[in-house]
């Protein structure tokens, strides 16, 4: 029942837009009450965040299984591309189309930017633990790990800038790695006189 919710809403923010779509037209498509909508999601917002919640724990978890040895930022690298490449091929239902209205409703969407913020403040959390963890670093004296953390957030939304203007031509994926391969190489440019 869970994804056909998600199917029926994801089809109906495509065909109405994300503020034209009621709960009523979410439980109606699916032939359900919207009481049985509420037993799954407390908002039309929580269809589209549920999503990006797994991906930042894989992300996590991949990051986790990482060779010790690696450098934080190609670990960091690695981590977020496999699991954005495996969202956008597919993984955990997400078709091709449905990860394009996902990213641009995370990205764009007032209510859903604002309650996307508030819910990966814990994860962030979680993330700047391990990066700290990984370097051998208390992240409560050093601030690298945090500026990592917040690094991750930075690359995402640099990628999605790009990326919108080439969707139909480039992978979100793709986009991500250039993105995290040019901050690697370092981007102290010299600038002209």
């Known amino acids: 029942m869970r994804e056909e919710l998600v199917e029926a809403a994801f ?13 009523n037209d979410i439980a109606n498509l699916v032939d359900v009450s919207p009481r049985t909508f509420f037993r799954y999601f407390s908002s039309k917002e929580d269809v589209v965040l549920d999503y990006q919640l797994v991906e930042y724990d894989e992300i996590i978890t991949a990051l986790e299984s990482r060779p010790a040895n690696e450098p934080i930022l190609l670990a ?39 309650k996307n913020h508030e819910i990966l ?12 963890k990984k370097m051998g670093v208390d992240y409560l004296y050093d601030v690298r790990p945090t500026i990592l953390s917040t690094l991750l957030e930075y690359v995402y939304s ?16 793709d986009v991500l790695d250039e993105t995290f391969i040019l901050i690697e190489k370092g981007m102290n440019y010299p600038c002209e006189s």
């Open 158 to 173: 640099a990628t999605y800038d790009i990326w919108k203007e080439h969707k139909d031509r480039a992978s979100f994926y």
């Open 121 to 132: 403040k814990a994860k962030k959390q979680l993330l700047t633990e391990l990066i700290a």
């Open 76 to 114: 960091m690298r690695k981590a977020s591309v496999n699991v954005t490449r495996s969202c956008e091929q597919g993984a955990y239902g997400i078709d091709p189309n449905r990860f394009k209205t996902l990213r641009d409703l995370i990205r764009n969407h007032p209510s859903i930017r604002a």
């Open 11 to 23: 089809k109906l923010f495509v065909q109405k837009g994300f503020d034209n779509t009621t709960i």
